[in-house]
């Protein structure tokens, strides 16, 4: 049986460059999910790549069909968007593990959804100003910078992986972003080991049938 690794951490905190440079080297096997959103399509992003790019009704279709397998929306200062993992019929444990970038409250229902055994959280940290920097440098190079909306990210980030919230949620460990490269080797070796683990569990369930 395959697994969701589950990368989360605050807003700027590399998760993004991680989870690319991990999928890239292709070692371990991991496949992508891709989520789901109603935001604007932002500069040099394409539909299918990063996000599938929809819209309010087609949210409610999939809802009603019961394919929505977990949804945040946030009040933007451009309106609500919405962002969501779907049942799309591309995920399948039985034969493939997945690399997925999520919120900490998407990565619960994720586990609830496939089962905890079967979902493992990476967490990334960086200090706070540290973000708040990255944050910046980001935005201005957007050809239209949302300051305003990267603001209320950074904020909102104190209360969604708040100390409580992250005990709640089981999380133990936490992968100090101070270095891309080494905490990419760390990560990668993390996940290696784990699969490897697995394997050999599965293993020995073919051999004892």
């Given at each position: 049986m395959g697994k969701i690794y589950c990368v989360m951490g605050?807003?700027?905190s590399g998760k993004d460059s991680i989870y690319s440079r991990i999928m890239q080297q292709g070692n371990p096997a991991l496949l992508r999910i891709v989520p789901y959103t109603t935001r604007p399509r932002r500069e040099g992003e394409t539909?299918?790549?990063e996000y599938v790019f929809t819209d309010e009704a087609h949210v409610q279709q999939l809802e009603s069909a019961g394919k929505v397998i977990e949804?945040?929306?946030y009040h933007t200062v451009y309106g609500i968007w919405?962002?969501?993992t779907v049942d799309d019929g591309r995920i399948d444990l039985s034969a493939h593990s997945y690399l997925y970038i999520v919120t900490l409250e998407g990565y619960q229902k994720i586990q609830r959804y496939f089962g905890s055994s079967q979902v493992v959280p990476i967490y990334?940290?960086?200090e706070d100003g540290e973000r708040l920097l990255r944050a910046i440098a980001?935005?201005?190079q957007q050809k239209t910078p949302q300051y305003e909306e990267m603001c209320r990210?950074?904020?909102?980030?104190a209360a969604d992986f708040s100390e409580e919230k992250?005990?709640?949620a089981g999380i133990t460990r936490r992968f100090i972003n101070k270095d891309m490269e080494g905490t990419i080797r760390e990560i990668t070796e993390y996940i290696r080991r784990d699969m490897s683990g697995m394997e050999k569990q599965d293993k020995r369930i073919s051999i004892w049938r």
């Open positions: 605050k807003s700027s539909d299918g790549r949804l945040r929306a919405k962002y969501f990334i940290e960086v980001r935005e201005r990210r950074f904020l909102a980030d992250l005990t709640e």
